[in-house]
């Protein structure tokens, strides 16, 4: 009986660990269908590279550390039915375990790529893909996908002196309708010898090259759909701030929900690891007998694309647009300290709407202070700030950190010249 | 006659190309009582250091950049007096130079230490320190004062194997009532063999020691007051949003001014190359006619100490109760990055007003990222965001830039448990 938790990664250890907490008396399980627990994904293109030696360092936290906080995690344990109605799931076997609430945290999967493509998105697959790059020398390598994960595993194969070329069938890098940001990230790609290829979907390799399945991702809402939970639009379940579902005492958490973006206020599925973290935690408060709410994402990410930190958060111009807003935006390029403290070109775009003045989002690029940078614009996002206030901000200065007029200052006052 | 700007620093010279942007028939002329035209003396340590070579790398514009603007510039020209009822300046020699509009930014200057002492306040001590240390071999180095110069003056000397020696006759480094930040600061100058000695102030140094004097910095108002500017509780000029004196037509900026702290609403002089610019190019703007603003200051401010970032920025917990806050404060300790990217130790502090929950202020410590992490702070200070919205902040992780759970929003959640 008690809290019944499906699934061991970040949004489903993040619920577990909060309910005992909250409740030291409540008995907690954790069905976990594969080996790994806690296993930080986010992690797996630098286990690729070897950067990160073995995969036990991409555990967020060791097993113990569950064990001591009297949560019971079953691994190998995959969940073939819930009958909420019962308040059961059935295990593979035919075995019953009985809840009184349960989360479902099952995360998100990729679409199965070609029966010989690699895959950065399993445990499994990273270790397969790993070996792969081991055993066999250099040759060409080919992804397809232009999301974080085919950037990443990009910058990690070239590291490894493979040839990258990476295919894309949408238009945009990043999943961000943002072609500034997309032009750059092309041109930082190529300056480092990657090809890419946009509109463009990936049939076959020719034999012997390396294929990357780098995209498809999807929520993995099966089983919550047959119990009946509601889902969106965006295919993820619809959950309300206590991540509470249609479904009384069943929330869910991470990857397989939709959230609320603060911009627009619309639901939308943006599958990240923070995101997982925060609605793994409310959900577990409020399974808990605890009021939590979680208020929705400002839509912030950042990744590495060979060397170079690409930023971005709120909504991009033609977003914006879309989203019906009279959307401008300015981008400026700087550089991010003094010159004799290593200064290194930085970009930023910042993006507000005309008539209420608000900053709507913004992006960064950069090899020094990127996620700093696009930390404010985040906050200025999340706090409905204006651009007048924006680039009024008091941002620290001395010459081993910024310049006296902070980059993110430079494009506020670009964007009031087209305000005005 | 036209405008007339005294002071050829960051706030005459942004006030002076900002006027001539807004109105490019407007004569401008800038009077500079040294030779230097547009040195930042915020790098003043890293040249005492030997980072940067030469003093010509400090000037953040060319001369020529002024000349095309068609600013006139004309240095060693010391201003005697100012008649405004004349709209005159008297300079020494007797020659008097009239105008319609003046802008006085006269900066701030230091108490002047003994005959021996050296100093880093003006570009001549600068280069007068730098003689002697390249001239004679590490001894022992005496530093009067704690402040950021101070500190910085620490790290060049022990950079260039000093022996140092740091006194201080406040009980608090870095301007700021925060027992904690003092602490931190005190066991990193220690851990680089700098000694500190609070509340205790040097009277003299042993024959052949070096003896630094960096404390004692106030407003140079002298020559407006005689001229009937009126002059606040800190000591410095009273000037309104416009940055405009209570004399018609006479405006003020930079070192030299009060501003409006924007957590407590009061005056406060904080001198800081940000705020000369920024209240610069308000000064400027409406000189020339334009109504533009400022809107006062987070008390941002960064340093760099012997390799350790040290900022901090609103309220410090002993400020907000003096303020008549109810404060509460946390302090974490974390890592700034993934492991396997180079993860170093970052600490935070947050501070927030019970009663209305408020973030009031903070601070923050570490190798990486911190003027970054500072800078959220600021934004959510300037926004009056309260910590259950701050705690919900979605900023940016991937593994070379941020753990999943980042150190803000872990402090942020600490005081969250305070507050309830």
Redesign the interface.
């Known amino acids: 009986m008690g809290l019944l938790v499906i699934g061991a990664s970040?949004a489903g250890l993040s619920a577990a660990t909060n309910a005992r907490r909250i409740d030291p008396s409540l008995p907690v399980t954790v069905l976990e269908k594969s080996e790994a627990v806690s296993l930080?994904l986010?992690?797996l293109p630098?286990f690729v590279e070897g950067?990160?030696p073995a995969w036990a360092?991409l555990l967020?936290k060791p097993r113990a550390y569950f064990d001591g906080m009297g949560i019971r995690i079953r691994t190998c344990a995959t969940v073939t039915a819930i009958q909420h109605a019962r308040r059961r799931v059935t295990l593979a076997g035919g075995e019953e375990v009985a809840y009184e609430k349960l989360i479902y945290a099952a995360g998100a999967i990729a679409a199965p790529g070609p029966a010989d493509a690699f895959s950065l998105s399993t445990l499994d697959g990273a270790m397969r893909l790993r070996r792969r790059l081991e055993e066999s020398r250099p040759g060409r390598a080919w992804i397809a996908g232009g999301g974080?994960i085919g950037l990443e595993a990009a910058e990690a194969l070239r590291a490894r002196g493979w040839s990258v070329a990476i295919h894309h069938a949408g238009s945009y890098l990043l999943d961000r309708e943002d072609p500034w940001l997309t032009g750059r990230l092309v041109a930082q790609l190529e300056r480092h010898r990657v090809t890419v290829r946009l509109g463009e979907r990936l049939e076959a390799v020719p034999a012997g090259d390396l294929l990357l399945w780098a995209g498809g991702l999807r929520p993995n809402c099966g089983l919550a759909v047959e119990a009946g939970v509601e889902i969106g639009r965006s295919g993820a379940i619809v959950v309300d701030e206590a991540m509470a579902t249609n479904l009384p005492s069943l929330f869910a958490a991470g990857d397989c929900v939709e959230t609320t973006h603060?911009v627009t206020g619309r639901p939308v599925w943006v599958p990240?690891?923070?995101?997982a973290?925060?609605t793994g935690r409310v959900a577990g408060a409020n399974a808990a007998g605890r009021r939590e709410r979680?208020?929705?994402?400002?839509?912030?990410?950042?990744?590495?694309v060979c060397g170079l930190?690409a930023?971005a958060?709120g909504l991009s111009e033609a977003q914006a647009r879309r989203e019906g807003f009279d959307a401008v935006s300015a981008v400026i390029d700087a550089t991010d300290r003094?010159?004799?403290?290593r200064a290194r070109p930085v970009s930023v775009q910042l993006v507000a709407d005309r008539r209420s003045r608000r900053v709507l989002g913004g992006a960064v690029l950069g090899e020094y202070?990127?996620?700093?940078?696009?930390?404010?614009i985040?906050?200025?996002v999340?706090?409905r700030?204006d651009v007048e206030?924006f680039a009024?901000?008091?941002?620290?200065?001395?010459?081993?950190?910024?310049p006296?007029?902070?980059p993110?200052l430079v494009a506020a006052r670009q964007l009031l010249k087209l305000l005005h």
Request: glycine residues 14%; proline residues 5%.
């Open positions: 970040a930080g986010c992690g630098y950067r990160v360092h967020a974080y603060r990240l690891g923070t995101t973290n925060k979680f208020t929705g994402i400002a839509g912030t990410s950042i990744v590495r930190g930023a958060t003094a010159p004799y403290f202070g990127v996620e700093g940078r696009v930390n404010v985040a906050t200025a999340s706090a700030m206030e009024g901000l008091d941002l620290a200065y001395a010459p081993p950190f910024a006296v007029w902070d993110l």
